[in-house]
């Protein structure tokens, strides 16, 4: 039987216990955002006006990205190296993140920082052989730039050699925009797939606990 | 059945070269040559394989050639703040004992202007070139690129 004095202290305990809850609560949601790799939090940049052309030709501007989560990796068709293992990696792990996603759909865009020389034709051809439904977006090099420069993407074009090729210093990393179109993560290379997923997961999860 | 393509690149490398300029190479094993499958409109693949020193001296790898690519460079990519940036290499040395590792991300053939493109599965004659003028001659096989395939076997 409950004496008066035995309510109060279960009270006073059910306080204590529920602020506890509270900071627990609060710690855990702080030491998870910095417990997620690579994610941008708090206060993530929202991505702001650029235009650039896709992979049929069509406009493609920062609200085509908005309602759904968008995985951009920056590279070129003429790179033999990190941009096909990327892509490839990207292709493997394309219905993992799509899972992760949940109900909101998922777009991979491969932007290209060599834009003159991947012409839309020939970015389609390339996303696509990667995975039918990824996206390449091109235009003029300052269509490019718009893009770059908002996410901190530096890229660098070489002399061109003998021959007049040349290659373009460029990013590694994968950046994760939400459906809000801010830049909420940095995936950095070198990538595998299920790393990448896992990662992604764990950037969506947290937006999505964190209510926003 | 590794052992086996080591046995069978001596095999080869010592009947070409020796046709080739009557020096057999059996200093120099080539194992696990591929070459990354890309879709057909690239002007350039990457290739990658293992090249050991299994001599007493060291060996100097300046290039590599194939009937199927106008040229071939020799590159590393290499990362600094997150930024990839490819630097050619002229001339790569091989120390007695030691093993030159191609792989994604790293050292890697640049194999341009494929003619006709590479397609997956087929086996595409490569020869590398030493810097003593032998050649050692590798057939690579084409599939798709895995991130740090080649260097699980370091």
């Not at chain 1, 085509?64 to 493997?92: E, N, Y």
């Not at chain 1, 990824?134 to 061109?160: E, I, K, N, Y």
Request: glycine share 10%; hydrophobic share 45%; aromatic share 8%.
């Amino acid at each position: 039987m409950m004496t008066r004095g035995h309510l109060a202290l279960a009270l006073i305990l059910s306080v204590v216990a529920g602020g506890a809850g509270i900071l627990v609560a609060k710690h855990t949601m702080k030491a998870d955002a910095t417990a997620v790799e690579g994610l941008l939090w708090p206060n993530p940049r929202t991505l702001g006006a650029f235009n650039a052309v896709d992979q049929d030709g069509q406009p493609f501007s920062n609200e085509d990205l908005r309602g759904r989560w968008s995985l951009l990796f920056f590279g070129f068709t003429h790179c033999p190296d990190i941009c096909p293992i990327t892509m490839t990696v990207l292709a493997q792990a394309r219905a993992g993140l799509a899972a992760a996603a949940g109900d909101t759909p998922l777009q991979v865009i491969f932007v290209s920082v060599d834009p003159v020389r991947d012409a839309p034709a020939q970015l389609a051809e390339y996303v696509r052989y990667f995975d039918p439904g990824f996206l390449g977006l091109g235009g003029t090099l300052d269509q490019v730039r718009a893009l770059t420069s908002q996410m901190g993407v530096a890229f660098f074009h070489g002399p061109p050699g003998a021959t007049g090729d040349y290659t373009v210093d460029h990013s590694a990393s994968i950046f994760v925009i939400d459906p809000q179109v801010r830049i909420v993560g940095v995936i950095s290379a070198p990538h595998q797939a299920e790393s990448l997923v896992t990662r992604f997961r764990g950037m969506a999860d947290f937006l999505r606990r964190a209510g926003s | 059945m590794k052992f086996l393509g080591h046995g069978l690149a001596v095999i080869t490398a010592c009947v070409l070269s020796g046709l080739a300029i009557g020096v057999p190479v059996d200093d120099v094993v080539v194992s696990q040559a591929w070459i990354g499958a890309a879709p057909p409109t690239v002007r350039v693949n990457a290739g990658y394989l293992r090249l050991e020193n299994k001599g007493t001296r060291s060996v100097i790898l300046s290039g590599a050639e194939s009937p199927r690519f106008a040229r071939i460079e020799m590159h590393r990519s290499e990362m600094h703040n997150g930024t990839y940036s490819m630097h050619r290499q002229y001339s790569l040395v091989i120390a007695e004992g030691e093993t030159l590792s191609f792989a994604p991300g790293g050292l890697h053939l640049m194999l341009f202007e494929p003619s006709p493109p590479p397609r997956p599965k087929e086996l595409i004659p490569l020869t590398l070139i030493l810097a003593d003028g032998r050649r050692v001659p590798v057939k690579a096989e084409v599939r798709p690129p895995q991130p740090g395939a080649g260097h699980h076997n370091h």
